[in-house]
């Protein structure tokens, strides 16, 4: 027995219009929530190399605790569309944001077991947010603007990030590292409040009251595994997810321990990644758009995040700091830039009603390429103590995952 092809051609005509409810406001939501939760996240590594002395944990277990966020994310990423059809964009996002801030309660409390429940509410939070930004922004954005609006919501993931290695290295000078954390998670509870008078405008589909079920459960990340152009993104999501998170996990402690950089200089690296990322997003979904097919625009992204890990994994004290500076931006812009395309991708061959669903589907490889990916990591430098071998072994699989996306087939 055949499975019929839920997300056929036929059925996802672009011309299709979309509800005219603006762009630009759904893109400002979206976006706040994006950075929101992205500064909460970033938050623990930027402070880890001072609480892991409180904790007598090594600064590198940060990639335990990271891949404990993701954990929770691979979990609940792909049950989101039932959440969202139940409460809608907008209420999935306040619940994600609380989420979040009760995760960051948890992590202030120096204690290992603490931190263990606090990452992984934190996690629970987090991976309800894309899929719903996503439903969202798909029934608000032209067709020819994917990649575009997509890309500069999820610019609030550099931008979230970019704010916490900014900002919180001198909330942990200022009030220590876990009263750092509480003021992340007041600002979060905030975003909540100041989100709900937008329930009544964008949550407007019927909610669905059906339980959720096992066979719900997995119905997006069975949908991605028989499509095969959700299943081709959904394995190079794998190893670009890592990527990223090595580079927004390790950067600030590699630099301290193996560059001997303050922490203030190594935030501002980390923060200068970020920044770059933002750029990229954008710039790289203007491409996507416009000049390059987005399924190539990845595969060259892919490509140069090897460039740029292998340049990281090239530093020594000997480098001058403008120098690391500019590679670490220049590995921000592709390594954190390349999630806009990506998401955009996934929306445009799913049917509008399916991009929640979809996304969620997808997630779930590219969540699970961070919670094996990050502990493979941490296994890596524990071993060997070598932090650029890391690198390296992730920039093999990005570039094996960028020559197969430029010379693959694509739709369009």
């Known amino acids: 027995m055949t499975t019929p092809n839920p997300l056929s051609p036929a059925e ?9 409810t603006g762009v630009v406001l759904p893109v400002v939501l979206t976006l706040l929530v994006q950075a929101m939760v992205s500064m909460s996240v970033v938050a623990i590594p930027v402070f880890m190399p001072v609480a892991a002395g409180e904790l007598n944990v090594p600064a590198s277990y940060v990639g335990i605790f990271m891949s404990l966020i993701y954990l929770g994310a691979t979990v609940f990423a ?11 964009p907008i209420g999935v996002s306040q619940i994600c944001l609380v989420l979040c801030a009760l995760g960051l309660g948890g992590v202030s409390i120096p204690s290992l077991p603490m931190m263990v429940i606090g990452t992984l509410i934190m996690g ?10 996503s439903h969202l922004l798909v029934r608000t954005t032209p067709f020819s603007m994917m990649s575009t609006v997509f890309s500069i919501k999820q610019t609030g993931v550099p931008l979230g990030g970019a704010i916490a290695g900014a900002v919180v290295p001198h909330l942990v000078l200022f009030c220590g590292w ?23 405008r964008f949550d407007t589909e019927h909610p669905n009251r059906s339980r959720l079920s096992w066979s719900t459960a997995v119905a997006p990340v069975k949908m991605t595994m028989l499509h095969q152009d959700l299943r081709r993104l959904a394995v190079a999501s794998f190893f670009f997810s890592t990527m990223q998170l090595c580079l927004i996990s390790f950067l600030v402690t590699y630099l301290i321990e193996a560059i001997e950089m303050t922490l203030v200089q190594a935030g501002f690296l980390l923060s200068a990644a970020q920044a770059s990322g933002i750029i990229g997003r954008i710039v790289w979904g ?27 994994a090239l530093f020594s004290p000997q480098w001058p700091y403008p120098a690391i500076l500019i590679a670490c931006a220049l590995f921000g812009a592709v390594a954190i830039g390349w999630n806009g395309v990506y998401l955009a991708e996934v929306a445009r061959v799913a049917k ?37 071998l890391g690198f ?21």
């Open 124 to 133: 629970i939070g987090y991976g309800p947010v894309t899929p719903a930004s």
């Open 12 to 20: 996802r005509d672009p011309r299709k219009p979309r509800p005219k």
């Open 286 to 312: 203007a491409f996507a758009d416009r000049w390059v097919k987005p399924r190539r625009m990845l595969g060259v992204l892919g490509m140069a995040m090897t460039a740029g890990a292998l340049a990281a």
């Open 178 to 200: 876990e009263m750092s954390a509480l003021w992340v998670a007041a600002c979060s509870l905030i975003l909540a409040v100041f989100l709900h008078p937008y329930r009544k």
């Open 352 to 388: 509008p009603e399916q991009a929640g669903m979809a996304t969620g589907g997808t997630l779930f490889f590219t969540f699970l390429g961070i919670l094996l990916g990050l502990p493979a990591f941490s296994l890596v430098v524990e071993t060997t103590g070598s932090y650029p």
């Open 392 to 412: 390296v072994m992730v920039a093999v699989a990005t570039l094996a995952c960028g020559v197969v996306l430029s010379f693959s087939r694509t739709p369009r």
């Open 78 to 88: 792909p049950v989101s569309g039932y959440f969202i059809d139940r409460f809608g």
